[in-house]
């Protein structure tokens, strides 16, 4: 560990519980971020990666000025091994888990079903139905279970909130939701379209309001979340009315490494033409598909720079991703019927001005355009990109899951 000798004083003692501490748990990872509510700083970022294999690696970032980035790596053997290693990381930087500061952890939750349309507190009726939903989401949830496990282990007084991907979705009306299927059989397996993305959906239409100087329930948003995963949100008001994944993340966009729509023959044929088992098709379509099946390469800038210097491959899965987002744009302006703001986010949303621009060519009979200079120009922050007094705004909003994460979880427990 190359521990820093530089940190800032610890916190005054008499301040009362105003930190959250997010926890995003995956299989084999733990992300972090310490929040002061108060101020809204991150006095500590992290990450624990690798979890239960020999090269688990730990990185801890302190804010500027409490200390330096510190990184070791060696096994970390699980969950719990890898949270009292954050507990000692934050520790050294002043607030821990046993600190008073500290108000409640703030769990990311994949899967909520229909069950949770809102934060949950968690108790032992939380663990049971985030259990039930194991089935749906069955990568996700027992991660995301192992990480409130263990917090709860180390600070069982602590309040522990449950922030579920689902619940800004839990408001689509059912002729959105359900799939045309027969509805015993749905039913039955709880199969219908639940959505995920929702804190960053959440975070991101109301920041576009903001950005507007309107209020998010009087604008409609069309939200594209494009990161290695990728979905798009249709918001009116405030309220989210559509969204492009389904009863997995699987379904919409195309992402990274998964295919998004595809007709659900192509199971079957691979299955019964293919000789593939259903595991191999599920790997097939999640893993190796998308811009990662299409031209070998996952990352968006990477495939930029080989379409620059007319690798075809390249340009193909760039046009089909491109010609996916604007088919994606066009149905949800119809769902909307009127639209203020079309909001881009994540990784590709927030940096890639060739997919933006990509994203609404050809659109303007819709009144969406960019200006080639705002879209292009360097910078953060959410910020206008379409022409000025354009009918409707194009905007690049960057998202924030861990702070609209602490801000649900502060605002179910503070004092
Ligand atoms: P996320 O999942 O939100 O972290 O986004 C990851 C994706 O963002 C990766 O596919 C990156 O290639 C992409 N990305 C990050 N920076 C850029 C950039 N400057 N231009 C294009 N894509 C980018």
Do not use: W
């Amino acid at each position: 560990m190359n521990a820093s000798s530089v940190h800032a004083p610890p916190p005054a003692q008499d301040a009362g519980p105003d930190h959250v501490l997010v926890l995003n748990s995956g299989s084999s990872s733990l992300k972090y971020q310490l929040i002061d509510m108060t101020t809204g700083a991150r006095p500590a970022t992290g990450l624990v990666e690798r979890i239960g294999e020999e090269t688990s690696r730990v990185v801890h970032t302190p804010a500027a000025g409490r200390g330096s980035r510190r990184e070791r790596s060696g096994r970390v053997a699980d969950h719990h091994a890898a949270l009292r290693t954050v507990a000692r990381e934050l520790s050294a930087d002043g607030v821990g888990l046993d600190s008073p500061r500290l108000a409640a952890i703030g769990h990311r939750v994949v899967h909520g079903g229909q069950v949770f349309t809102e934060p949950a507190v968690v108790d032992e009726g939380v663990l049971a139905e985030i259990e039930r939903l194991v089935p749906l989401a069955p990568l996700h949830n027992p991660a995301n279970l192992a990480g409130i496990r263990t917090a709860m282990d180390l600070r069982p007084d602590l309040p522990q909130v449950a922030v579920f991907d689902t619940a800004f979705h839990t408001t689509i009306p059912q002729a959105a939701a359900r799939y045309a299927i027969d509805v015993d059989t749905a039913d039955a397996h709880r199969v219908r379209r639940y959505g995920f993305h929702g804190t960053s959906h959440a975070y991101v239409s109301r920041a576009t309001a903001r950005l507007l100087g309107k209020d998010p329930a009087d604008v409609n948003v069309i939200v594209l979340h494009l990161g290695n995963g990728a979905s798009a949100a249709a918001v009116r008001g405030g309220c989210c009315v559509e969204t492009s994944m389904g009863l997995t993340p699987l379904e919409g966009l195309v992402m990274g490494t998964r295919s998004g729509d595809v007709d659900p023959a192509v199971v079957f044929h691979l299955m019964r033409v293919g000789g593939m088992s259903a595991d191999e098709v599920d790997e097939l379509l999640n893993t190796r598909s998308g811009l990662l099946g299409l031209c070998g390469e996952n990352d968006m800038r990477e495939i930029q720079r080989r379409r620059a210097e007319g690798d075809q491959q390249a340009g193909l899965a760039f046009d089909i991703y491109a010609h996916r987002l604007r088919k994606y744009i066009g149905a949800y302006y119809a769902v909307l019927g009127r639209l203020d703001a079309l909001a881009f986010t994540a990784g590709v949303g927030e940096n890639s001005a060739q997919v933006r621009e990509a994203a609404v060519a050809g659109l303007d009979g819709l009144g969406l355009a960019v200006d080639a200079e705002r879209n292009t120009a360097p910078g953060g922050g959410a910020r206008l990109v379409s022409p000025p007094g354009a009918r409707v705004a194009v905007a690049v909003v960057p998202t924030d899951e861990e702070m609209e994460i602490a801000n649900q979880t502060y605002t179910l427990v503070k004092p």
